[in-house]
């Protein structure tokens, strides 16, 4: 099993920054990538941004590009999210997910982010 801890969600205004991070821990030596979604109310999870695990190469949807960065830290089994220059349209809860194959993945908790105008 394989378990997955958020924190760093809260409330920003407009223009302000706020990093996430999410640890991972268990039955992790095999794990490909690691990534974060988001779900704002009344619509579907969708896809933020992502790292591979070994080499580091990162994948960002286009409505967060150059204002997001995704890192990891291996020796703490932990990826982060620098988000800036927040928008209201980022607010949501933001899940992180841990990739092992195209079909096997895991779920954090998920950890509300609210951007006020």
Known sequence: QVQLVE?????VQ?????????????????MHAMGWFR???GKEREFVA?????GGDTLYADSVKGRFTISRDNAKNTVY????SLKPEDTAVYYCHARFTSTLGYWGQGTQVTVSS
Do not use: P, T, V, Y
């Open 7 to 11: 924190s760093g969600g809260g409330l």
């Open 14 to 30: 407009a223009g302000g920054s706020l990093r996430l991070s999410c640890a991972a821990s268990g039955r992790i030596f095999d």
């Open 39 to 41: 779900q704002a109310i």
């Open 50 to 54: 992502a790292i591979s695990w070994s």
């Open 81 to 84: 999210l620098q988000m800036n």
